[in-house]
């Protein structure tokens, strides 16, 4: 079973610091690497994603850096704020028709002010 | 409001009682799809459909059954509720089959509790 492996489970950031979050994945096949944000009691909701041929994507505090030799991509908050505070899911494309993408297990961000 | 709408918010069951969580988008959207999310596990696929008609199994579907007989629903059927499916069941949907490029659009989910 294909993996994407999310690290860490869960990460406390002063307000005003860079919260990274790091995805593994093993599928090289060519398709977007997105990221999605999850707020308590909500779906996930798309937050930025990344083409495999691009080593960076940035949108407004966001930043998505890819790096497809070592098959690793992460998310970066710029000036982090409590409102950032939510799970955070990486995801990457399946090997299998059944399995058409693969969410990493999350991380849990905490923005204290 | 667009989107993905999930009925119930909430359900609790007793082991071996049946029901059906509810899914309706309202975007014209082909591809729709139902994941459980369990601590630490993130979120894994239990079954998804790439247009009316057309279902297929994802990674955990032994316990649910689906169909999708318009574009704009698609139930999870739970046959006997065990406790190991206490869950959050999420629906999602996109344009393509794959959903990565444009993103899935989910709903917010419905909590379950088997007792």
């Known amino acids: 079973q294909q993996q994407v492996k999310q690290s860490p489970q869960s990460l406390i950031v002063q307000k005003g610091g860079i919260s990274i979050i790091n995805c593994a994945y093993e599928?090289?096949?060519?398709?977007?690497f997105p990221w999605y944000q999850q707020f308590p009691g909500k779906g996930p909701a798309l937050l930025i994603a990344i083409r495999p041929d691009v080593s960076e994507k940035k949108e407004g505090r966001f930043t998505i850096s890819f790096n497809k030799s070592a098959k690793q991509f992460s998310l970066h908050i710029m000036d982090s704020q409590p409102g950032d505070s939510a799970t955070y899911f990486c995801a990457a494309p399946g090997y299998s028709s059944a399995s058409k993408i693969i969410f990493g297990s999350g991380t849990r961000l905490s923005i204290r002010p | 409001n667009a989107g993905v709408t999930q009925t119930p918010k909430f359900q609790v069951l007793k082991t071996g009682q049946s029901m059906t969580l509810q899914c309706a988008q309202d975007?014209?959207?082909?591809?729709m799809s139902w994941y459980r999310q369990d601590p630490g596990m993130g979120l894994r696929l239990i079954h998804y459909?790439?247009?009316?008609?057309?279902?297929d199994q994802g990674e955990v579907p032994n316990g649910y059954n689906v169909s999708r007989s318009t574009t704009e629903d698609f139930p999870l059927r739970l046959l006997s509720a065990a406790p190991s499916q206490t869950s959050v069941y999420f629906c999602?949907?996109?344009?393509?089959?794959?959903?990565?490029?444009?993103?899935?659009?989910f709903g917010s989910g419905t909590r379950l509790t088997v007792v």
């Open positions: 975007m014209n959207h082909e591809y």
């Open positions: 459909s790439v247009g009316a008609g057309i279902t």
């Open positions: 999602a949907s996109s344009y393509s089959g794959t959903g990565v490029r444009y993103g899935y659009t």
């Open positions: 599928n090289t096949a060519f398709d977007y």
